[in-house]
């Protein structure tokens, strides 16, 4: 079946540095990919998708390309701030064996000052 | 373009007593979706609408709990006999079936479910 595997966290950074968190992906065909963040006690708001392989998502300094080769779309930015600290899901849509998302057990992010 | 809205935010309710949440999607966004979210895990998908019709039911869904989206605009997911198990947030999402934006999902704040 169709599933999402991210990195375990919390990943732990200094303010500026550089950030990835892994994240692959089992599913049949090309699904659409996302990325979601999740700060405390809200809904997850949507940072960045990608619906084809090679395409590049990228929103508020953020990015991940489709590898279709790897099965991957890993999470990127270059100069991580304290407020980027959150909940990161990675997720996928699939509209075969139903139409829904199906999301990665998350990764929290923590940028200290 | 108002966002999901759900309602209520929060909700602490002895075990054995019934709740019911509400959701409203974006307006004009004929699908709608339900998931539950515990404590350091992701969004687990429930129950989806397409229109009226829901169309999906997970696993999950045990007998106690029934949405509904009668007139194709907002849902509601009630739950029976409560149990301290289904403590968790329950997120509503929406999206439109059409061109473009067509698989992405819009989630609104989550309403937290507190069973004592």
């Given at each position: 079946?169709?599933?999402?595997?991210?990195?375990e966290g919390p990943v732990t950074?200094?303010?500026?540095?550089?950030?990835?968190?892994?994240?692959?992906?089992?599913?049949?065909?090309?699904?659409?990919?996302?990325?979601?963040?999740?700060?405390?006690?809200?809904?997850?708001?949507?940072?960045?998708?990608?619906?084809?392989?090679?395409?590049?998502?990228?929103?508020?300094?953020?990015?991940?390309?489709?590898?279709?080769?790897?099965?991957?779309?890993?999470?990127?930015?270059?100069?991580?701030?304290?407020?980027?600290s959150a909940v990161y899901?990675?997720?996928?849509?699939?509209?075969?064996?139903?139409?829904?998302?199906?999301?990665?057990?998350g990764t929290r992010l923590f940028?200290?000052? | 373009?108002?966002?999901?809205?759900?309602?209520?935010?929060?909700?602490?309710?002895?075990?054995?007593?019934?709740?019911?949440?509400?959701?409203?999607?974006?307006?004009?966004?004929?699908?709608?979706?339900?998931?539950?979210?515990?404590?350091g895990?992701?969004?687990?998908?429930?129950?989806?609408?397409?229109?009226?019709?829901?169309?999906?039911?997970?696993?999950?869904?045990?007998?106690?709990?029934?949405?509904?989206?009668?007139?194709?605009?907002?849902?509601?997911?009630?739950?029976?006999?409560?149990?301290?198990?289904?403590?968790?947030?329950?997120?509503?999402?929406?999206?439109?079936?059409?061109?473009?934006?067509?698989?992405?999902?819009?989630?609104?704040?989550?309403?937290?479910?507190?069973?004592?």
């Amino acid at each position: 079946g169709n599933s999402v595997t991210q990195m375990e966290g919390p990943v732990t950074l200094s303010e500026e540095a550089f950030l990835t968190i892994n994240c692959t992906y089992t599913a049949t065909g090309y699904p659409s990919l996302f990325w979601y963040v999740q700060y405390p006690g809200e809904g997850l708001q949507l940072l960045l998708k990608a619906t084809k392989a090679d395409d590049k998502g990228s929103n508020k300094g953020f990015e991940a390309t489709y590898r279709k080769e790897t099965t991957s779309f890993h999470l990127e930015k270059g100069s991580v701030q304290v407020s980027d600290s959150a909940v990161y899901f990675c997720a996928l849509f699939r509209n075969t064996g139903g139409f829904k998302t199906i999301f990665g057990a998350g990764t929290r992010l923590f940028v200290k000052a | 373009d108002t966002g999901v809205s759900q309602d209520p935010r929060h909700k602490i309710t002895k075990r054995g007593q019934n709740v019911t949440f509400r959701c409203d999607p974006i307006s004009e966004h004929n699908r709608l979706y339900w998931y539950r979210q515990t404590l350091g895990q992701g969004p687990e998908f429930l129950t989806y609408f397409q229109n009226e019709a829901q169309l999906e039911k997970s696993r999950l869904l045990s007998d106690r709990f029934s949405a509904e989206r009668p007139k194709g605009s907002f849902s509601t997911l009630e739950i029976q006999r409560t149990e301290q198990g289904d403590s968790a947030m329950y997120l509503c999402a929406s999206s439109l079936n059409g061109k473009g934006d067509r698989n992405t999902i819009y989630f609104g704040e989550g309403s937290w479910l507190t069973v004592v």
